[in-house]
């Protein structure tokens, strides 16, 4: 199994340090080879050098023979070379502090015209330049061949190698070190991150992560984890607060119905009485029954997976249906309801929920306008929105309230609404159906006044999805 260690510090610096080495090889190798490059340059000049003087001091006598001009001159005898004739014969040698020969003059030599300079490795592992040039002297072709040793060299480029092989794990060695360190104290952060993130449950999901420099990648990470600490804390509160609203409300007809029970209990009484409890006891029920499919509908409206059925249809006849079903109610009060505008409007929506909506709207204004008075529901399109306003005669809503009443169990007098049969949840129901069809709703009230409440629907079919409870 490959070797891979868990900790990403040990990562990171295991795989900078591999780069590093790679890096480093190469240069060493790029080094050395100028290095070698730069030498043998060096070399060649000088035997070009020699090889110019001693071609101007060669003499050929007149039986064929060379001879040097200058023969007692030192220089010569610090210099290694050979003169060849045409054929093959070695005419002069001057071989100072060797023992050493080169090879007889090989063919390839003799083919080669003008200068070369080639390396040789002599016996021992001695290694040799050597400069090869063919010459014409007073008539005579000669060949030349000047020999330098190449030991000097050799010897610079090993301590040069030398040199980079010890400096090269002596800079791994500081680099790996400084990028453990330097991984350790960037990653930091990450530690205490994680260590914070382990320490918030439930009990204490206000708290966020540290952000230490929120423009860095880390301060990225942090700051996109606050947020998102910060949306389940808001949905857990919301929750909580569902939970406990729910749970009060559904207390409320219970305990209405077992004091019914128990009171009816007591005593014997008539028929007649026991049908009022009965009675009573239904009516408790029914209030129950409305509460929980309610609670079940905004659980449903919860889910992601909800998705309205969009259709165009005619808005008025639609308008008139659901006035129509919901007629009984308001007759009960002696009010009436009536549609009104244009009549020829389109619209694209979810009928389904918008009836819910629309039938919300209405059954408030029915329970919150005096009776005998008048509601009507206007339908208007501009040239942004479709609008259905419901407009009642009731006492209307103070500013200050007007946006609360939206929330979830919210009331403003607990106690009539409730005996007008309100959980608090009407208003919640009908601006989701709204939203989720890409619409909202607004209210226009004046204390006294009446109110109006607006459902407008964008006309470009803007069918955003809003979940329920964004009111950003
Ligand atoms: P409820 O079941 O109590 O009617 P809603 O969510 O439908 O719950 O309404 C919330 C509150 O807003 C109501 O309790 C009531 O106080 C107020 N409200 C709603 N509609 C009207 C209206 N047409 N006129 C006056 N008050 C209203």
Redesign the pocket.
């Known amino acids: 199994m490959p070797f891979t260690p868990k900790n990403v510090r040990t990562r990171l610096t295991l795989w900078y340090v591999l780069a590093l080495t790679f890096i480093l090889l190469v240069y060493a190798g790029i080094s050395i080879t100028l290095v070698y490059l730069d030498l043998r340059r060096n070399l060649d000049h000088a035997l070009n050098e020699d090889y110019e003087i001693l071609e101007n001091l060669i003499r050929v006598t007149p039986d064929g023979s060379v001879l040097l001009d200058e023969e007692d001159d030192p220089y010569f005898h610090e210099r290694w070379f050979e003169i060849w004739s045409t054929d093959g014969k070695k005419l002069y040698e001057s071989r100072p502090f060797t023992s050493k020969s080169l090879p007889a003059i090989s063919e390839e030599e003799k083919a080669t015209g003008g200068f070369s300079f080639r390396s040789l490795k002599l016996e021992n592992n001695v290694r040799v330049r050597v400069m090869y040039g063919k010459t014409n002297i007073e008539g005579k072709w000669l060949f030349i061949r000047l020999i330098h040793f190449e030991d000097r060299m050799w010897n610079e480029i090993k301590a040069f190698a030398w040199l980079m092989l010890f400096a090269l794990p002596v800079a791994i060695l500081i680099a790996g070190l400084g990028g453990y360190f330097l991984t350790k104290k960037l990653l930091a952060p990450i530690d205490q991150m994680a260590e914070k993130a382990r320490k918030i449950s439930e009990e204490n999901l206000q708290e966020r992560l540290p952000v230490i420099n929120p423009n860095d990648e880390l301060g990225n990470l942090a700051k996109a984890f606050n947020e998102l600490l910060e949306r389940i804390e808001k949905s857990f509160t919301r929750l909580k607060q569902f939970t406990s609203d729910a749970a009060h409300e559904l207390r409320t007809p219970l305990t209405a119905i077992r004091s019914i029970g128990e009171v009816g209990l007591q005593e014997n009484k008539d028929v007649s009485y026991y049908r009022n409890v009965i009675g009573s006891i239904l009516e408790e029920n029914r209030r129950l029954t409305r509460l929980v499919d309610s609670l079940l509908f905004l659980s449903g409206a919860d889910s992601e997976k909800f998705k309205p059925n969009i259709r165009d249809f005619q808005l008025y006849p639609f308008v008139e249906q659901t006035i129509e079903f919901i007629q009984p109610l308001a007759e009960e009060k002696n009010q009436t309801i009536h549609p009104e505008g244009q009549k020829d409007i389109t619209l694209r929506a979810d009928q389904g929920l918008l009836k819910e909506a629309l039938l919300?709207l209405l059954?408030?204004?029915i329970?919150?306008?005096p009776a005998g008075t008048e509601i009507t529901v206007r339908i208007a399109r501009n040239k942004k929105y479709t609008t259905i306003t419901v407009t009642?005669q009731?006492?209307?809503?103070p500013e200050e309230?007007q946006e609360k009443?939206?929330e979830r169990f919210?009331?403003?007098?607990k106690g009539r609404?409730r005996e007008?049969g309100?959980?608090?949840?009407?208003?919640?129901i009908a601006l989701w159906t709204v939203q989720i069809q890409g619409g909202t709703i607004s209210v226009k009230?004046k204390s006294g006044f009446g109110?109006s409440?607006i459902i407008s629907f964008p006309n470009s079919g803007n069918k955003n999805k809003h979940r329920f409870g964004d009111t950003s």
């Open positions: 919300n059954d408030n204004a329970k919150y306008s009642d009731g006492a209307g809503i309230e009443i939206f919210y009331r403003i007098d609404s007008m309100g959980s608090g949840l009407g208003l919640a009230s109110s409440f």
